[in-house]
């Protein structure tokens, strides 16, 4: 039985479809979309095969037990919305599910190679002759509103949404909408006050040359309540809003009434994980120190009112999400003038709501992140919405005029649309990787990827040695993977001395025996300061490479590849044992850890420690104390951690590594796309090795496949004007 749909004529395609619905020992019969029982029958047997959750079909089953009357093709629209949920997306987009179901719906879900296809109908199949309108119609139901009073679902054009996840999408769109259209005014933000100040941070403006979109950006956003500072990899975004950060103080600073009094601007830095807030922490500071404060209003006082600490937003909000017990809400605000929030593309919609719900009215927020990078696990890529527009710049005539008063600079005319919205003034894109610059192998693959050019890609590898390699193996020999984590690609450089290994730079591209050979000089001493000075070193070491992969499970996926690099490592002598705790054994909390105060993606690694009035030795795991320091935790007060010798590309997000090796799978899957790889490679920040088995067709598919998100935040912020 395939499952194919037969439709037979006159109007109402759906009610007269009938569908061959396999049952287990019975006759087949024909099932109509319009029946509730036949629809909750077909959804059954979608859960059976794993391409359903069971609480997509009980979402489905409620609203039938709540009315009774509710079509067929209503109880399928909201299992699908239950299905989406689940996968990141918004809202379930009815029209795109009807045009291309497969590709929205990833129904059934693509399997790996050795698993049994499974002959059912589906989506694609049942809804083949259904119309639009005729979708639509089924909806016209008590469980379905515009939103404007609770319902278990709402429509909103073409897009169906549970009525939680619209009412943020509202949320965060009204809150950007009101602060794009309220400005700071002239009298607010005198605009040769702004000259001073960048003038001050950025020096004089550069007599020619191309546009300085940091200049640019940071008077763009002094002048919006809600800004966007988005680039890629090294671009400048930290830079740039620190010195942002000086501008707003400085106005503040200036304004201050004749005598002193004033206070200065409460800003808070914040970032969605602990890994980007402790990253973000580590480069501020020296950010904050090397600004010229001198001729700013406030001198050098103005450097202690810029924040260096960075707290999660979850810790910023205090208390649990989705618990409605957060500290800080509607009801009781954030004590903050300006609120920055960095690493923004992994914001989903309800954190986001959340936040823009306890930001008091009048107070900024500053978003900064890479829009080209995966979104958030959770629903919703609110960066990626907001920044639709962000690469032609849509700047209205009357603020380029403005920006050239504040800064000195011209946008260039490409980038000037008289049409330009609200939201168009207040993001900014910076264009130019100061990391990695115009020559650098790993910015230009970058670019080349994001853009599309896949053939312009490949050619990269051959063309950036330095940074670049391209391992490629065939059919199931791992042999060479097996020498590339082990001793990494500059595998001649390991023997050189330091003084060669400083020449090479920050190109020697490590393998894992490089930290290994650290585990293995443990102090003699059973000095603790020995220790945390070794440990130090080794999970500095540890992070000089690190690989990335695809999938979860499977042998190219986190598993496969964990099980297949500890066995490596084992056989060649750098760890004692490829299961259990062993020294050197590198693992990532994978739950936050409130008590020992360790965050979902911090990574550690078990070493030996002094026992307590024993000679022997016992395993601790040591993690970066967020200064410079280290902690030690007993292996068995960690519940929630994992090996990651190797790391989905996911989880990698927010974090940069010296080295990164992306192996990919041998064949296509849908979670393999352009941002996954992009994403992917900007985690190294110095060299870059691709691994793939087989063929690099799967790479260059990849980049001809954009992740697909439905939202219609993107589409509520196009319609700001
Ligand atoms: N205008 C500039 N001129 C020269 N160097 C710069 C400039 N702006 C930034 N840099 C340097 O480029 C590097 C990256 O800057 P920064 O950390 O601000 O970028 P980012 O976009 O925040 O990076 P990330 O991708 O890590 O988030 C830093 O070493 C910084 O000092």
């Known amino acids: 039985m395939n499952g194919s749909a037969r439709t037979s004529q006159g109007p109402g395609a759906a009610e007269q479809l009938s569908l061959d619905l396999p049952q287990a020992n019975a006759p087949v019969r024909p099932i109509s979309l319009h029946d509730a029982a036949d629809v909750l029958r077909l959804l059954d047997t979608w859960v059976e095969a794993g ?60 399997v790996s190679a050795d698993s049994e296809p499974v002959d059912l109908p589906t989506p694609g199949h049942v809804l083949v002759s259904v119309s639009l309108a005729e979708w639509l119609a089924a909806l016209d139901s008590p469980v379905v509103s515009d939103g404007s009073h609770p319902t278990p679902l709402v429509r909103g054009g073409h897009r169906l949404y549970l009525y939680r996840y619209w009412r943020y999408e509202q949320a965060v769109a009204a809150a950007i909408a009101e602060r794009v259209h309220a400005p700071l005014t002239d009298d607010e933000l005198p605009v040769e006050r702004v000259r001073a100040a960048i003038d001050a941070l950025f020096g004089a403006p550069p007599a020619s040359g191309g546009a300085d979109w940091q ?41 201050r009434p004749a005598g002193g009094g004033g206070r200065p601007l409460r800003i808070s830095l914040a970032a969605p994980t602990g890994k980007a807030a402790a990253r973000l922490r580590e480069s501020i500071a020296d950010r904050v120190n090397e600004l010229r404060y001198d001729s700013l209003p406030g001198g050098a006082d103005l450097a202690h009112t810029i924040p ?29 003038d300006v609120l920055v929030i960095d690493e923004a593309s992994m914001v989903p919609l309800s954190l986001m709501a ?24 959770e629903a919703g890529a609110v960066l990626g919405e907001i920044c639709r527009r962000a690469e032609q710049g849509h700047y209205r005539p009357d603020i ?105 730079g920050k190109r020697l591209r490590r393998g894992y ?54 066995r490596v490592l084992h056989r060649e002598g750098l760890i004692s044992a490829y299961t259990g705790w062993y020294a050197g054994r590198p693992v990532m909390v994978t739950r936050n850890n409130r008590a020992l105060r360790l965050t979902n993606g911090d990574i550690g690694v078990v070493l030996p420690y002094p026992g307590q009035g024993s000679a022997e030795r016992t395993l601790r795991v040591a993690f970066p104390d967020g200064g410079a320091g280290v902690r030690w935790f007993a292996p068995n007060r960690l519940d929630d951690v994992e090996t990651v010798y190797a790391l989905t590309v996911h989880k990698s997000q927010g974090s940069e590594f010296h080295h990164a090796v992306l192996v990919l799978p041998p064949a296509r899957t849908p979670v393999l796309t352009r941002e996954l790889v992009y994403t992917g490679i ?40």
């Not at 509710?70 to 009815?94: F, K, P």
């Not at 020999?477 to 290994?501: F, K, M, Q, S, Y």
């Not at 060299?687 to 001809?704: M, R, Y």
């Open 400 to 504: 380029a005029d403005w920006l050239a008063r504040a800064t000195g600079m011209h946008v260039p005319p490409a980038l000037i649309d008289p049409q330009g919205s609200a939201l168009d003034q207040a993001v900014v894109m910076l264009r130019y990787s100061h990391r990695f610059g115009s020559h650098s192998g790993i910015g230009r693959l970058a670019a080349a990827v994001n853009e599309g050019r896949a053939d312009d890609a490949l050619r990269q590898f051959e063309c950036s040695p330095n940074d670049l390699a391209l391992l490629q193996m065939r059919g199931d020999r791992r042999t060479p993977l097996a020498r590339l984590v082990v001793e990494g690609i500059d595998a001649a450089a390991e023997g050189t001395t330091a003084g060669t290994e400083a020449a090479h």
């Open 308 to 336: 260096t600490n960075v707290v999660t937003l979850h810790s910023l909000l205090g208390g649990r999400p989705h618990m409605q017990a957060r500290r800080h809400h509607a009801g009781n605000p954030l004590p903050l």
């Open 215 to 255: 200049r640019l950006a940071c008077a763009l956003a002094a002048r919006s309540r809600f800004a966007v500072v988005t680039g890629g990899p090294g671009t400048g975004k930290t830079t740039t809003v620190v010195r942002l950060l000086a501008v707003l103080q400085a106005l503040q600073y200036a304004q």
């Open 354 to 377: 959340d936040v823009i719900a306890a930001l008091p009215a009048g107070a900024r927020l500053i978003l900064i992140g890479d829009k080209d990078q995966l979104a958030s696990v």
């Open 513 to 566: 025996a490089h930290y290994l050979a650290k585990v293995a000089q443990a102090p003699e001493t059973d000095d603790p300061a020995a220790f945390d000075e070794w440990a130090v070193s080794v999970l500095e070491a540890q992070r000089a490479c690190q690989v990335l992969c695809v999938l979860r499970s499977g042998p190219w996926g986190v598993s496969g590849l964990n099980d297949f690099i500890a």
């Open 51 to 110: 391409w359903l959750q069971p609480l997509d079909t009980a979402f489905a089953r409620f609203l039938q037990q709540i009315r009774a009357d509710a079509s067929g093709l209503l109880l399928l629209a909201a299992a699908l919305v239950s299905h989406q949920l689940g996968r990141g997306h918004v809202c379930l987009d009815l029209a795109a599910t009807l045009h291309e179901a497969q590709r929205v719906l990833d129904l059934p879900p693509e």
């Open 682 to 721: 900007t985690r190294a920040s110095a060299g870059f090795t691709l691994v793939a088995p087989g063929s690099t067709d799967p790479f260059v598919e990849a980049i001809g496949q954009r992740v697909y998100r439905s939202g219609g935040l993107g589409d509520a912020l196009d319609t700001l004007r």
